[in-house]
């Protein structure tokens, strides 16, 4: 077995690690597994790091976003800026993303979100959420940028399984333009003959300018959606990643000038003709009770909870239509949910967070249509609505440190408002 050692870092809920440990056998590494909660000392003296796929944390408030608050990723930044090599895959590249280790802005600011898939064929929306399949992923980046491609050849597409239900990348248009010109947008999905189409299947997901996985500036960090690991054709990805250690040649690239825009929050107004409806939970919110425990541990002592949020714009003179959307069953579970009101509380504020592509609504609305006939619906949106009581210090102050940390949403892939 070689010397070089590859930490294989779990969360909870990780289950890629023993597939990722044979791959990196097979490249002639030795992995080293790492669990999140133990010492670093083990995790320093390794030569490099995976971040294995799976569910950390049981993907709650949204994949990636806990475990990229976890003290261990401080650790792996810092050993990332000595140039080892750091791969995310699958649920590690959204820990990574979430963590702004990619794409690699200074004070690693957020600037990229993994959203919900979005399968498109012909400007229609065919599929949304969880999807499984082999599909091509081409390097479209010269071989000795990234530390994941330099055993492959220019233009060369490997076939690879995808396993996710937030796979999409987004991002503003003119840093995807700066990652074109940096040759960070690494690997991109494409048909059997090597032909990039936006259109579904070739894109399985929606991701913008297909991407498979995005780099970082100086080429030593990976995001990859796709699992490489899960087949031997997925090995020049790791063997890449040993030649990168023993070469130990390093990229140095210009800084990326791009500048993530401060978008006011502003308050919640329903158009007219909207209803909302809140749910509340009746069993135990194990989201608002993990959301709460990370922020407490940050070192904001505050309280939580969750509600889903449904805004229903209804046909003018559809009297009782309300009341049908509710019996149908389809915006809550009436075995643990229950319609819930609005409350004012000067010891709490709340707001309301909501999918850019709303995709869940859109369904909910469909099933409504087609399936119980009610035909006076014009649009549905689903969200959520985070309320935040601190246990110590100022409300506002608070409130704009949560918020800081993106725990309850991600600007490139959410809206949010305050909600009264």
Not at 51 to 61: K, L, N, Q, T
Not at 292 to 305: N, Q
């Amino acid at each position: 077995m070689s010397d070089i050692t590859i930490a294989v870092v779990q969360f909870p809920g990780s289950n890629t690690e023993r597939e990722t440990c044979l791959a990196l056998k097979r490249a002639g590494m030795t992995p080293v597994e790492f669990l999140w909660n133990e010492p670093t000392e083990k995790l320093r003296s390794c030569n490099g790091f995976i971040i294995v796929g799976g569910f950390s944390y049981e993907d709650r408030s949204r994949a990636g976003i806990i475990a990229s608050l976890d003290p261990v990723m401080q650790v792996i930044s810092e050993e990332a800026e000595k140039g080892k090599p750091v791969l995310g895959i699958c649920n590690g590249a959204q820990i990574l993303v979430e963590t702004g280790l990619i794409p690699g802005l200074p004070d690693s600011r957020v600037a990229i979100a993994l959203a919900t898939n979005r399968r498109v064929r012909d400007g229609r929306v065919v599929g949304t959420g969880y999807y499984n399949v082999w599909t091509n992923v081409q390097l479209t980046t010269p071989p000795n940028r990234c530390a994941f491609s330099r055993s492959l050849r220019p233009g060369e597409w490997i076939t690879i399984p995808i396993a996710h239900a937030e796979g999409r990348f987004m991002m503003d248009n003119s840093l995807l333009d700066e990652l074109r010109v940096n040759d960070q947008t690494v690997f991109r999905y494409c048909d059997k003959k090597g032909k990039i189409s936006p259109e579904f299947p070739v894109n399985p997901n929606g991701s913008i300018d297909n991407l498979a996985a995005v780099c970082n500036r100086t080429g030593n960090i990976m995001a990859m959606m796709p699992h490489p690991e899960r087949t031997p054709e997925g090995d020049l990805v790791f063997i890449s990643m040993q030649k990168y250690i023993l070469e130990d040649k390093h990229v140095e690239s210009p800084q990326l000038n791009y500048t993530p825009e401060r978008i006011p929050i502003s308050p919640y107004k329903p158009e007219d003709g909207c209803e909302e409806l809140l749910i509340d939970l009746i069993i135990t919110d194990n989201e608002a009770v993990s959301v709460e425990g990370e922020l407490s541990r940050l070192g904001l002592p505050v309280g939580i909870t969750r509600q889903t949020h449904w805004e229903v714009k209804m046909k003018p003179d559809n009297n009782g239509l309300l009341q049908e959307v509710i019996r149908s069953g389809e915006l809550f579970n009436s075995n643990k949910e229950v319609l819930a009101r609005k409350g004012n509380d000067s010891q709490s504020v709340s707001f309301l967070v909501r999918y850019k592509d709303d995709m869940e609504g859109r369904h909910k609305h469909e099933v409504l249509q087609e399936w119980f006939g009610l035909k006076g619906i014009e649009r549905i949106r689903k969200g959520t609505v985070w309320t935040i009581s601190a246990e110590g210090g100022s409300l506002e102050d608070v409130s704009s440190k949560v918020l800081a940390t993106h725990i309850l949403s991600n600007p490139y892939s959410h809206y949010c408002y305050t909600y009264e």
